[in-house]
């Protein structure tokens, strides 16, 4: 089993709709969870980490299952400018920060 | 500086050179990361320093890939005998600590976009 999973995609959906992601890892120490926003040609960057309870930040909401091994990102009424590609990340303690290859979404008009 | 800073921002070489890609992390964060990445695919982990500890090479894909922290700051990650695989984005990235876990976030650098001819 890989260390991080994700679904390539790409996940083609219509503004408006909602959009789920998930992550799936093996290293059952992992404490740390994120998920990651990269624009084409551009550099990853911080959507929000992923905490035990779950969080949401405004039209987005990341759950982890300790259980399963999973981590979610749930995108609400998605716009246009949701376009991108999600990688989730994640690390035990000081281990090195390991990422998911990453999830195309198409948010389209 | 604000961000992590990488340097060059392209550079491309013949076949065969050596080449040095530099990183400048944020200052105080104590964690530094390299990464690949090919053109439409996922980051590929090369080397991680954390500390004064020993670097994480585990992903060093070759011998002819060699990395350095100087004074627990900026990073050189040193490529030898350049090979056309080598083309890629190169990220640096690093992270800030609380206490004795590194907890925050990664933060990147814009990368360096290596072509090998």
């Known amino acids: 089993r890989k260390e991080v999973e994700q679904d390539p995609g790409p996940f083609n959906v219509p503004e408006g709709a909602t959009v789920a992601f998930n992550c799936t890892y093996s290293?059952?120490?992992?404490?740390?969870f994120f998920w990651y926003r990269q624009d084409c040609r551009k550099e990853p960057k911080l959507l929000m980490s992923?905490?035990?309870s779950g969080n949401e930040d405004g039209r987005f909401t990341a759950q982890l299952n300790r259980a399963s091994q999973y981590i979610s990102l749930l995108i609400r009424d998605s716009k246009l400018s949701d376009s991108a590609t999600y990688l989730c990340a994640l690390s035990a303690g000081n281990t090195p920060l390991v990422f998911g290859k990453g999830t195309r979404l198409s948010v389209i008009a | 500086g604000a961000g992590v800073s990488q340097s060059p921002s392209n550079k491309v070489t013949e076949k065969g050179k050596d080449v040095e890609l530099r990183c400048d992390p944020i200052?105080?964060?104590?964690?530094l990361y390299w990464y690949r990445q090919s053109l439409g695919q996922g980051l590929e982990f090369l080397i991680y320093?954390?500390?004064?500890?020993?670097?994480?090479k585990s992903g060093l894909p070759s011998d002819r890939f060699s990395a350095e922290r100087t004074g627990g700051s900026v990073s050189t990650l040193t490529i030898q005998r350049t090979q056309q695989e080598d083309s890629a984005v190169y990220l640096c990235?690093?992270?800030?600590?609380?206490?004795?876990?590194?907890?925050?976030?990664?933060?990147f650098g814009q990368g360096t976009r290596l072509t090998v001819v």
């Open positions: 990235a690093s992270r800030g600590r609380q206490g004795p876990r590194v907890v925050t976030e990664a933060f």
């Open positions: 290293n059952s120490a992992s404490q740390s």
């Open positions: 992923v905490y035990s």
């Open positions: 320093f954390q500390g004064n500890s020993a670097p994480d």
């Open positions: 200052s105080g964060h104590t964690a």
